[in-house]
């Protein structure tokens, strides 16, 4: 079982920078794929980035792989998502997500994620 809490999210002026993270709690060690989702209002959950617990191996969406970088902190049990250079395009909710690993890359589809967060709102203003 995890447990996933986001924190971070705000509101920012275009051009900004934000720092969302994701407090990770778990009964049992060993590795996982940790990623962040977005979904805006009436469409589909959005991939953005995601990273390897053990290793640390990370993945970006095309929208993301320019400005926002994945990281763990494997002593507090975090991910964090740095944003920087938003756009009001980037106004979504954002969701953490723990995924069981296997030997490849971080998946990008959402149903292959076993675990979400609440979710955290992130306003850029124009």
Same mark, same amino acid.
């Given at each position: 079982?995890?447990? $996933?809490?986001?924190?971070?999210?705000?509101?920012?002026?275009?051009?900004?920078? $934000?720092?969302?993270?994701?407090?990770?709690?778990?009964?049992? !060690?060993?590795?996982?794929?940790?990623? =962040?989702?977005?979904? !805006?209002?009436?469409? &589909?959950? &959005?991939?953005?980035?995601? #990273?390897?617990? #053990?290793?640390?191996?990370? *993945?970006?969406? *095309?929208?993301?792989? *320019?400005?926002?970088? #994945?990281? +763990?902190?494997?002593?507090?049990?975090? #991910?964090?998502?740095?944003?920087?250079?938003?756009?009001?395009?980037?106004?979504?909710?954002?969701?953490?997500? !723990? !995924?069981? =690993?296997?030997?490849?890359?971080?998946?990008? +589809? &959402? +149903?292959?994620? *076993?675990?979400?967060?609440?979710?955290?709102?992130?306003?850029?203003?124009?």
């Amino acid at each position: 079982q995890v447990q $996933l809490v986001e924190s971070g999210g705000g509101l920012v002026q275009a051009g900004g920078s $934000l720092r969302l993270s994701c407090a990770i709690s778990r009964r049992s !060690a060993g590795n996982y794929f940790m990623g =962040w989702f977005r979904q !805006a209002p009436g469409k &589909e959950r &959005e991939f953005v980035a995601a #990273i390897t617990w #053990i290793g640390g191996t990370a *993945d970006y969406s *095309d929208s993301a792989k *320019d400005r926002f970088t #994945i990281s +763990r902190d494997n002593v507090r049990n975090m #991910i964090n998502l740095q944003m920087a250079s938003l756009k009001p395009e980037d106004t979504v909710v954002y969701y953490c997500a !723990a !995924a069981s =690993w296997y030997a490849g890359v971080p998946p990008r +589809r &959402e +149903r292959e994620y *076993d675990y979400w967060g609440q979710g955290t709102q992130v306003t850029v203003s124009s």
